[in-house]
């Protein structure tokens, strides 16, 4: 595992590790809103997350 994910679990004692670019995404997103207590975003007309290879 990378030391810096080692490092941000050992301090917050938490870990979620995704499988795809729109898992990755979609949980982002929900743990922002849960971190920040918000509900509303921002998003791009056209935006582009991912590119497959």
């Known amino acids: 595992m990378p030391k ?3 490092k941000l679990h050992l301090k917050t004692k938490q870990a979620l590790l995704l ?3 729109a898992e990755t ?3 982002t ?3 922002a809103r849960k971190y920040t207590g ?3 975003g921002v998003s791009f007309i056209r ?3 991912s590119r497959t290879k």
């Open 4 to 6: 810096n994910f080692v």
């Open 19 to 21: 499988n795809s670019d």
């Open 47 to 49: 935006g582009l997350h």
């Open 38 to 40: 918000r509900q509303d």
């Open 29 to 31: 997103v929900k743990a």
């Open 25 to 27: 995404v979609e949980n």
